[in-house]
T-cell receptor, first 112, second 112 residues
Framework: QKEVEQNSGPLSVPEGAIASLNCTYS??????FFWYRQYSGKSPELIMF????GDKEDGRFTAQLNKASQYVSLLIRDSQPSDSATYLC????????????FGTGTRLTIIP | DAGVTQSPTHLIKTRGQQVTLRCSPK?????VSWYQQALGQGPQFIFQ???????QRGNFPDRFSGHQFPNYSSELNVNALLLGDSALYLC???????????FGPGTRLTVT
């Protein structure tokens, strides 16, 4: 079982719709959860992080965490073509100075 | 506010050679982590430096070594290069006690 699992996609979503990206992790002791966006040929960009169960909203992005189910998700509202990218889920065991373990990423395509 | 910088951008080396990659952290950050990203994969943790010491290490051979300088900048050295070392090498910086890691643009290493 992989430590962090994501559906590789591609996930195609119409412009203006909600894109839903999912991630599961195997280590129940994980404490910190991150979403990175990576455009083709570029480096990962941190877009959201969440440490507590529940929802965290930032603009069009909402991160959702359910530690009991070992599940974290990212919702993108009002999807734009510029949201087309690979989204990487990352997990760490502590709140600071800890390595990040990444999934393989989900490729998202927003269809105009 | 200067972000994470890395040099060089691209590098081509021959099997058996040695390479040094450089990273300057984001202003105010004191911790540097290095990751290797193969094509189509998520970043894999190599090691992390804080206070000029290697604090954590991933599952990489001793051919991979590093250093952190008093100004928090860091180097990644890889000896006896193999074809399989071809990848995007990413440096991420963070502040001690926090785990939000911000990536530099990366160095694309090609080993022929």
């Amino acid at each position: 079982q992989k430590e962090v699992e994501q559906n590789s996609g591609p996930l195609s979503v119409p412009e203006g719709a909600i894109a839903s990206l999912n991630c599961t992790y195997s280590d129940r002791g994980s404490q910190s959860f991150f979403w990175y966006r990576q455009y083709s040929g570029k480096s990962p960009e941190l877009i959201m992080f969440i440490y507590s169960n529940g929802d965290k909203e930032d603009g069009r992005f909402t991160a959702q965490l359910n530690k009991a189910s070992q599940y974290v998700s990212l919702l993108i509202r009002d999807s734009q073509p510029s949201d087309s990218a690979t989204y990487l889920c990352a997990v760490s065991k502590n709140f600071g100075n800890e390595k990040l373990t990444f999934g393989t990423g989900t490729r998202l395509t927003i269809i105009p | 506010d200067a972000g994470v910088t890395q040099s060089p951008t691209h590098l081509i080396k021959t099997r058996g050679q040695q390479v040094t990659l450089r990273c300057s952290p984001k202003s105010g950050h004191d911790t540097v982590s290095w990751y290797q990203q193969a094509l189509g994969q998520g970043p894999q943790f190599i090691f992390q430096y804080y206070e000029e010491e290697e604090r954590q290490r991933g599952n990489f051979p001793d051919r991979f070594s590093g250093h952190q300088f008093p100004n928090y900048s860091s180097e990644l050295n890889v000896n006896a290069l193999l074809l399989g070392d071809s990848a995007l090498y990413l440096c991420a910086s963070s502040f001690v006690g926090r785990n939000e890691q911000y990536f530099g643009p990366g160095t694309r290493l090609t080993v022929t």
